[in-house]
């Protein structure tokens, strides 16, 4: 038998994790006020280099698009868990996953020292942003939807058909032409790269992460192993064999999570300012 508890168990060791998701939230809160200011590359820079290498969706664009997908969800759960004072594991891990994936997704892009290795991942990312809008606006247009549709929705839903068709067409044509096969994204391996990069030297760390990315898709897609791994276990009072799992009480795995997703979204962070900043200028 299962059950998820919302209302969080007071003890010492909840809340010295409470204590470390503020300190968490406190950083991350002065990250919001960046989205809607992204930074220019610099002339002279490796990432305006990378986007006059391919404009049509701009490397620099596509990597503050993910970060900004991080900070948002990073942000949705820190009100979600301070105004509502209580803990949700299944909920905050679906919040937390595409900050997640933002955060890795953008530092996958733009951690390769050589230009076309990024320009490839950039390519990758753009071909299967349009395929997904092609797809969404091709369902619109499918019966008996169609023939429900105002003329206008029918005539947007074409344009949108139209670019997106457009667009991945040009993607997969430039990708072919530097001599690279057109593949999917894979947010695991993605998110296994990131997670050597951050912590390189920090095997526990490392792990973290990749375990952060299985359980909150887990959680995301309503399956129920990882309650399996995060319950408490009662045995029933009154069924003899029957084991009662309670979740809502593990405020530290929701904390590895929020923690893994900071580390991946920092380092995102700190590599889009380093492919920003212009080679003639002195760091220190």
């Known amino acids: 038998m299962a059950s998820r508890r919302r209302n ?37 820079s490796p990432l305006a280099g990378d986007d006059r290498a391919w404009s049509l969706l701009p490397t620099s664009t596509l990597a503050w698009l993910g970060l ?18 209580t803990m949700m594991p299944s909920p905050y891990m679906s919040l937390i996953r595409p900050a997640l994936m933002g955060g890795a997704q953008t530092l996958w892009v733009l951690l390769p020292p050589v230009r076309a290795e990024r320009v490839r991942r950039q390519l990758i990312v753009a071909h299967e942003e349009f395929q997904e809008s092609r797809h969404l606006a091709r369902e619109a247009l499918e019966p008996p939807l169609r023939e429900k549709l105002p003329p206008k929705a029918v005539e947007a839903a074409e344009g949108q058909l139209a670019r997106a068709t457009e667009r991945q067409s040009k993607t997969a044509a430039e990708l072919q032409r ?27 760390s490392y792990q973290a992460i990749r375990s952060s990315w299985r359980i909150a898709s887990g959680d995301a897609h309503g399956k129920l192993w990882p309650m399996l ?9 009154t069924e003899p064999g029957v084991t009662l799992l309670q979740d809502g009480s593990n405020i530290e795995m929701v904390g590895m999570v929020a923690g893994s997703a ?11 300012q380093q492919r920003c900043a212009s080679p003639h200028v002195n760091p220190s």
């Open 178 to 204: 530097r001599g690279h096969k057109i593949s999917k994204v894979n947010m695991t391996d993605v998110i296994k790269e990131a997670a050597a990069h951050v912590a390189a030297d920090d095997p526990w």
């Open 68 to 85: 900004v997908s991080a900070i948002e969800h990073l942000a949705a759960c820190r009100r979600l868990m301070q105004e509502t004072r």
């Open 8 to 44: 969080s168990f007071r003890t010492p060791e909840w809340e010295a994790w409470e204590r470390r998701l503020t300190g968490l939230f406190t950083i991350t809160v002065q990250w919001e006020p960046l989205v809607g200011d992204p930074p220019i590359p610099a002339p002279g």
């Open 229 to 237: 791994h995060r319950a408490t276990r009662t045995p029933s009072a």
């Open 262 to 272: 900071y580390k991946l979204t920092k380092a995102g962070m700190d590599m889009f």
